[in-house]
């Protein structure tokens, strides 16, 4: 028995418009990411259900790895662009922002990506080594200037 190919996938909240879920899948698949599909939540669950806009279910450790490729420079800007752009589909003026979520479909692990994150934070990722935490969500704490994750570090 063979292993399948790993594969992302996008989970949209009802309220993304249709062209930016297709301009994010087609961010993910510059990045080197496995191909895309791309899946709506059920429409009875509310945005109230849902504190997140955008889960992305992809392999996490390869997908960061591959982000500090030279190659993927341009590639990478575009996918900052696009997390931004997908915090705030169609809401109001001063609708709370809600975060796009990198969600490793193996071990569980999540990495929250709020729109505002300083640029820091997404060159962090590069390096960032998952087998150091056990339990996500993973945050960008701006104090200390790293991602953590409050649950392992509350469990020691």
Excluded: C, N
């Amino acid at each position: 028995m063979t292993d399948a190919p790993p594969r992302a996938e996008l989970l949209l909240d009802r309220d993304v418009p249709e062209d930016i879920g297709q301009e994010l899948a087609a961010a993910l698949d510059r990045l080197g990411a496995p191909p895309v599909r791309v899946r709506r939540t059920l429409v009875h669950r509310g945005a109230a259900d849902i504190p997140w806009i955008v889960l992305a279910s992809l392999p996490l450790q390869a997908f960061l790895s591959g982000l500090g490729a030279e190659a993927v420079k341009d590639a990478y800007a575009a996918f900052k662009g696009v997390v931004r752009k997908t915090a705030r589909p169609g809401s109001p003026a001063g609708a709370e922002a809600r975060p796009l979520v990198l969600q490793d479909p193996g071990g569980g692990l999540s990495i929250v990506l709020e729109p505002d994150l300083p640029a820091e934070a997404y060159e962090s990722l590069i390096g960032l080594d998952l087998a150091e935490f056990a339990v996500g969500p993973l945050h960008y704490d701006r104090a200390q200037g790293r991602w953590r994750s409050v649950l392992d570090e509350a469990a020691g």
